[in-house]
């Protein structure tokens, strides 16, 4: 039985080739920080932090959650002062060591959980390689769960609408689902925001928004 996933866990292994294994081309670059946002995304799902009106990341509870990554990444932003989303992306993308760091646990999170594994090669027998093997088919059980709950009648979940706005913030939901698939969905989230399972989330919405506004400012702004 597959063991319940976060949305950081959950999007690392979605940017994953399905053919090659590797990470896709538009992830390799930022594919950490956009991890370290997913973390952030996953602790306000807690109740560990709150995204204010202003965009100002309050820190609601410190304690630990038990998850290594979530945890290390409460650790940095309690070290700091408080930031805006923009202020918090811009923080870690000049932080690389530090987003690295979370990416890694995460990565390790699911290694331990035994979802993916690590194949290390080399070029040329000189230049390191990594090829990450979703070994247990996880991808497929976490597309099937949001075809299942948002493109179907039945229960819908705070977890499978935020970790859907995510992916789809980065288009990632094309590399899913059809054409046809994906105009439903957006027709499903858009009647979804008129429910009373929207307005615990409807925060994390905005949220997610402005994290890949901010990350492709960063990136520009760095070339």
Not at 40 to 60: A, H, P, R, Y
Not at 197 to 204: P, R, Y
């Amino acid at each position: 039985m597959l063991k319940e996933l976060t949305i950081p866990q959950e999007f690392v292994l979605l940017a994953l080739d399905r053919e090659t294994n590797k990470l896709k081309s538009i992830f390799r670059q930022h594919i950490a920080l956009y991890t370290v946002m997913a973390c952030l995304v996953e602790l306000s799902l807690k109740g560990k932090v709150k995204f204010e009106e202003d965009d100002t990341v309050t820190i609601v509870d410190s304690a630990p959650t038990g998850d290594k990554p979530l945890d290390r990444l409460l650790e940095v932003m309690t070290s700091e002062k408080p930031k805006k989303i923009k202020k918090w992306v811009s923080y870690f993308y000049q932080h690389m060591f530090k987003q690295r760091e979370v990416y890694q646990l995460v990565v390790e999170s699911l290694v331990e959980k035994g979802v993916l594994e690590v194949e290390k090669s080399e070029i040329l027998f000189v230049v390191p390689k990594k090829k990450y093997v979703d070994v247990a088919n996880t991808r497929n059980y976490i597309v099937e769960k949001i075809r299942a709950e948002l493109l179907e009648d039945g229960k819908v979940e705070e977890h499978t609408i935020v970790l859907a706005l995510f992916l789809n913030a980065k288009k990632m939901l094309n590399d899913y689902f059809s054409e046809f698939e994906r105009k439903a969905l957006k027709q499903k989230i858009e009647q979804l925001r008129k429910e009373k399972i929207f307005a615990t989330i409807k925060s994390i919405d905005k949220a997610i928004r402005n994290i890949d506004a901010a990350i492709t400012t960063s990136a520009a702004s760095a070339t």
